[in-house]
């Protein structure tokens, strides 16, 4: 099949189907085809449409773009993606920039991820301050094992456990930490790749960020938030003896993540 041809079939079927970027996803699917990176796609003349297919019916289904491909970057790694743990996410970057600022100028620091799932978050901070001992937690047994076979294809020196909040009560440096933030009553509007695709538990919740600066023993701390949460969570910190509380933006502007200290 012409690659031009494939581009514009893929293109049309994913708009049909619903997909917001058409046009990108299949660029994304026929480049993982090829082999190649989405800016070469269009110097190569032919591709096997039998491979082809099944990922955009997979797409089609509304099947989340890197479950399809099986992998997705995330800062400077690429991950192993599946339905076991959440896509891991532009914004959530926000929140490895202001863990490893906290983390800054210590050669050694104790770090928990609490809900790891693919490892994105702890591997990231590994990756980018070597000498950090970084141990993740998570109550899903699947979520633990995409991030163990994330963490050997990277060959990074992650500790996991399958534990949940109560896990931050040990004597940290710093506790990081996505926890579920998306209120029940906007389940049903959200998105069909997440609604029909990724982990509800990883997603809904409420008051797991105020548990967990009630729980959590660490000089410093740093979550991320939903929309309209960042004083709440500020307010508790705050309530917690924490100071140098701040609240950072994503790139979209949105108050995404919310950091403390304490001595």
Avoid: C
């Avoid at 599946?82 to 926000?94: I, M």
């Avoid at 490893?100 to 693919?118: E, K, N, T, Y």
């Avoid at 933030?181 to 990883?202: C, F, G, K, M, T």
């Amino acid at each position: 099949m012409r690659v031009p041809d494939a581009l514009a079939a893929t293109e049309d079927r994913l708009a049909a189907a619903g997909v917001e970027t058409p046009n990108v996803d299949a660029a994304w699917l026929v480049a993982h085809v090829l082999g190649v990176s989405r800016s070469d796609v269009r110097r190569h003349e032919e591709l096997d449409a039998d491979t082809l297919e099944p990922l955009v019916a997979r797409r089609e289904q509304r099947e989340p773009l890197a479950y399809v491909l099986g992998e997705w970057g995330f800062r400077r790694l690429t991950l192993k993606t599946d339905v076991r743990a959440l896509v891991p996410r532009p914004e959530t970057e926000t929140l490895v920039d202001r863990a490893l600022a906290l983390l800054r100028g210590q050669r050694a620091p104790r770090v928990l991820d609490v809900g790891v799932g693919s490892g994105a978050i702890a591997l990231a901070i590994l990756d980018e301050h070597p000498g950090a001992r970084v141990t993740g937690v998570d109550t899903s047994a699947a979520a633990l094992t995409l991030a163990q076979e994330n963490a050997e294809r990277l060959r990074l020196p992650l500790e996991l456990r399958e534990a949940g909040l109560e896990s931050a009560s040990g004597d940290w440096d710093l506790v990081v930490a996505n926890p579920p933030y998306v209120d029940s009553s906007e389940w049903d509007a959200l998105q069909p790749e997440i609604r029909e695709w990724e982990p509800r538990d990883a997603l809904v919740g409420d008051g797991v960020h105020v548990e967990l600066v009630r729980i959590a023993e660490t000089h410093a701390l740093a979550v991320e938030v939903g929309d309209g949460q960042a004083p709440r969570v500020a307010a508790a910190l705050a309530d917690r003896g924490y100071g140098d509380i701040t609240i950072t933006p994503d790139l979209s502007g949105r108050e995404r993540v919310v950091e403390g200290r304490r001595s």
